[in-house]
Every structure is written in structure tokens, then in C-alpha cells.
């Protein structure tokens, strides 16, 4: 079956420099999460959206922000990135609002690594 | 709000042996209740749910888990460990007809000894 799928998986970057990370949800999946995940921490949920609108927003520094596109795919652009930065991010998609009991299907995550 | 607590960060159980990795949730009004399993370097999967209906709830790989209202608990369970079940093992509660993000625990590392 067809799971979520990030690119790229590892990122290196430097200080203050920008990254794009993906998302491609499962097929009819209508809603997007994007979560932080330190070392040894649980995942920090950021923002999602639904239905290609922004649906809940959670710890995301102003210097990222996220979009989700026509064909459901999502985005998460990042700037001025900093050493703390450094973290696996997860993309994660569920049916919505409507079958609000349904799991969180996640992705297998990007390494961003901040130099 | 809505809370989950994993009091263990790290379970030990040598294999054969049944194992419990324990959670506690605090919300207002009937839970949503998720086990996902993470492997090292891998997004978290999905385990198990407790909707509603029986407390008892069998999920993938053999394990299951007992919804408890009294105790707000949802201790995910397996009768006999393999060393392949080695991983960490998250807990998360969402309110029914509340918010759509669940609220995920800190985590608890379950180690299988041969």
C-alpha cells in the first residue's frame, strides 16, 4: 500500500541559509501534519492543514511556514535555519475531519542537519 | 486540554516474557487512543486504537491494549516479546469531537534481551 513519502530524506545545511522539505500524502488522505522530533523527544507537532487550508498551528517558529498544494502535496519552507533547527521532521496524513478517529499515517521523516 | 503520560522511558524484558509499557491520559470528555511504534531512523507506525466499544484492543504484531476509564489508562501489552520488537513505543490521545491533533507522549524504549 502507498505510504507517506518525504524528500529529501537527509539535509545538510548551513546557518541562516533556507531548505524546502516535502510531503506527498497518501492518496485521498485531505490533511497534511508536519511535526519536530529531537533526539530522545516525542514529536513536536507544528502545523497541518486541510483541504489545502491552514488547519492547526502549533510550536512553528515564524521563520517557517508550510503550504499545501492542489494535488495535497505539502511544503515546509524554512529560513534563517539555526543549530537548533537540527531535528527529523515528519510529514504525516489522515482522512480529516471527518473520520477525526482515524491514525496519523507518517512519513519516514528528513534529517535536517544544520552545520 | 489533553495529556498523556508514559511514566517508563526505557522497559526491559527478556524474550518470551510478556511485556507492558504503561500509559496514563488525561482529557475532557471520551479519548481517542493511539499506540505507534518507531524504529530507529523511521517515521512512527501505527499499532493499535481505542475508539470506543470493547476496552480490550488487539493491533498489529500481536500486541494489544486495555482501555481502562477508571484509571485513564491504555497500557499496550504483548504475551510473549520477540528482540525484534526492540523500539520506541508512543502513546497518544486526541478528545472525541475536539481537536484534531492528538497529543503524543514522551515515549518509552522497550529493549528485548535475548
Known amino acids: 500500500a502507498a505510504g507517506v513519502i518525504q524528500s529529501p530524506r537527509h539535509l545538510i545545511k548551513e546557518k541562516r541559509e533556507t531548505a524546502t522539505l516535502k510531503c506527498y500524502p497518501i492518496?485521498?488522505?485531505?490533511?497534511v501534519y508536519w511535526y519536530q522530533q529531537g533526539p530522545g523527544q516525542d514529536p513536536q507537532f507544528l502545523i497541518s492543514?486541510?483541504?489545502?487550508?491552514?488547519?492547526d498551528k502549533g510550536s512553528i517558529p515564524d521563520r517557517f511556514s508550510a503550504q499545501q498544494f492542489s494535488d495535497y502535496h505539502s511544503e515546509l519552507n524554512m529560513s534563517s535555519l539555526e543549530l537548533g533547527d537540527s531535528a527529523l521532521y515528519f510529514c504525516?496524513?489522515?482522512?480529516?475531519?471527518?473520520?477525526?478517529?482515524?491514525?496519523?499515517?507518517f512519513g519516514d521523516g528528513t534529517r535536517l542537519s544544520i552545520l | 486540554a489533553q495529556s498523556v503520560a508514559q511514566p517508563e522511558d526505557q522497559v526491559n524484558v527478556a524474550e518470551g516474557n510478556p511485556l507492558t509499557v504503561k500509559c496514563t491520559y488525561s482529557?475532557?470528555?471520551?479519548?481517542?487512543l493511539f499506540w505507534y511504534v518507531q524504529y530507529p531512523n523511521r517515521g512512527l507506525q501505527f499499532l493499535l486504537k481505542?475508539?470506543?466499544?470493547?476496552?480490550l484492543v488487539k493491533g498489529s504484531y500481536g500486541f494489544e491494549a486495555e482501555f481502562n476509564k477508571s484509571q485513564t489508562s491504555f497500557h499496550l501489552k504483548k504475551p510473549s516479546a520477540l528482540v525484534s520488537d526492540s523500539a520506541l513505543y508512543f502513546c497518544?490521545?486526541?478528545?472525541?469531537?475536539?481537536?484534531?491533533?492528538?497529543?503524543f507522549g514522551r515515549g518509552t524504549s522497550l529493549i528485548v534481551h535475548p
Open positions: 504525516a496524513s489522515s482522512l480529516g475531519r471527518a473520520y477525526s478517529n482515524q491514525p496519523q499515517h
Open positions: 481505542y475508539i470506543t466499544g470493547d476496552n
Open positions: 482529557v475532557s470528555g471520551n479519548p481517542y
Open positions: 492543514f486541510y483541504e489545502k487550508m491552514q488547519s
Open positions: 497518544a490521545v486526541r478528545k472525541s469531537g475536539g481537536s484534531y491533533i492528538p497529543t
Open positions: 492518496p485521498r488522505h485531505d490533511t
